[in-house]
Structures are given as structure tokens and as C-alpha cells.
């Protein structure tokens, strides 16, 4: 096997470990972008609950203290 043919099988063998760690990283990121996705739906999710909840709270209570006070 000559210096050029050494070579080449090398750079294979690169190019091979390179285009899998490429792919890992594609399914990583799809992943990601799953999980964020989801993270973002939970987010407005509770942020409707908050909003539901304030108004009935603050007007159930019928304990403020009056502004003379």
C-alpha cells in the first residue's frame, strides 16, 4: 500500500466517524428542539392557569383593607 492509498483509507475512515457524529448530532438536535417545543407548550399551559386563578382570587377574599386605613 503506497503512501497516497495510506492516505486516502485515512481520510475514509475520517469522512466515516465524521458523517456519524453529524447524524448523532441531527437526531440530538431534533430531540432538543422536541423537548423545548413541549417545554414551550407546558409554559403557555400554566401561564392560562395563572391568569384563571388571579382574577378568581383576588376577588373571593372580600378581606382588603378599605383605602382610608
Known amino acids: 500500500m503506497s503512501a497516497v492509498d495510506s492516505r486516502l483509507s485515512e ?3 475520517k469522512l466515516s466517524f465524521s458523517e456519524d457524529l453529524l ?3 441531527n ?3 431534533a430531540r432538543q428542539q422536541q ?3 413541549e417545554l414551550e407548550h407546558q ?3 400554566l ?3 395563572l391568569q384563571r386563578s388571579q382574577p378568581a ?3 373571593a377574599t372580600g378581606h382588603e383593607i378599605p383605602p382610608h386605613y
Open 11 to 13: 481520510i475514509e475512515i
Open 27 to 29: 437526531r440530538t438536535v
Open 57 to 59: 382570587e383576588s376577588g
Open 23 to 25: 447524524e448523532e448530532l
Open 47 to 49: 401561564r392560562l392557569q
Open 43 to 45: 409554559v403557555r399551559e
Open 35 to 37: 423537548q423545548i417545543a
